[in-house]
């Protein structure tokens, strides 16, 4: 059997990125906006201010406004609820992101909570949960879209395919599960309670890997030909000894048995913060009675 096609994640993000720059253009030169996304990083996590950068870097490269507010580690969750309502009432802001993780004196429902739903652009708030899970319009998670989108690449019709999530997280698994039943698909959600995950996996025509725990996922846990999307990401040792980056999935040994596989760094990725974007200028236009973009 021939080795799984590479779904190539960061080239169809560069795709996104550009659809959206253009949707972007298009805003500011018909309806004179230009939609911004405001992202909030309480302490100084050396990963949160990476993520936070790289956002700010990919608003601009895509001609969305951006607006960054750094809160101290130690501020209240009352203080970081009002910066929320600050922003809700700022009609340039038309997408609001608290990075995760917070502080441990900060409840994360309370302030998810807190967010308009018309500008969580993280899909978060029980709200839009809600409408996703009730097949009503709303703000979609991003790294859950993104995964879709690849899946849907490497199989433009999901209908009646079989789809097996590794993980439950509201992130990531509980999401991708909605987002894979409301794409027709016959949907399994494995977790850290359930019994024969390799033999249920096996059953996948999709397989999506968010389980955070890197090369668990091996190649028999595959069905021949499957489609196996992986949004795990962690560090692993090298046979040099240096740490290097890995998915939950076993990329040498599942490769030789899917049919079609995201790498890891490289595949889901990049999609998140292009999906990012595009809830954004969503967000922006729905907002305005606009319709949604074509990004």
Known sequence: MAQARIIDGKAIADQLRRRVADATAQLRERHNF??????????DDAASLTYVRAKGVACAAA?????????????????????????????????????????????????????????????????NVGRLWTGFQGLVPCTPQGCLILARLACPDLTGAEAVVLGRSNILGRPMAALLLAADC????????????????RRADILI???????????????????????????????????????????ATVRDVAGAITPVPGGVGPMTIACLLRN???????????????A
């Open 34 to 43: 230009v939609p911004g996304l405001a992202t909030i990083l309480v302490g």
């Open 63 to 127: 001609g969305l406004a951006s607006f960054e507010r750094r809160l101290p580690g130690d501020i209240s969750e009352a203080l970081l609820i009002a910066e929320i309502g600050r922003l809700h009432a700022d009609e340039r802001v038309d997408g609001i992101l608290v990075q995760l993780p917070l502080p441990p004196q900060i409840d994360v429902h309370r302030v998810i909570s807190a967010i308009d739903p018309q500008k969580d652009v993280d899909g978060f708030n029980p709200v």
């Open 186 to 201: 016959t949907v399994t959600v494995v977790h850290s309670k359930t019994r024969n995950a390799a033999a249920i996996a």
């Open 280 to 294: 954004t200028v969503i967000a922006a236009c729905r907002r305005r009675g606009l319709d949604d973009p074509e």
């Open 209 to 251: 890997a968010a389980i955070g725990r890197p090369l668990t996922v091996g190649g028999d846990w595959i069905k021949p030909g499957a489609i196996v999307i992986d949004a795990g990401i962690g560090l692993v040792r090298g046979p040099d000894g240096r740490n290097r980056l890995a998915g939950d999935v076993d990329f």
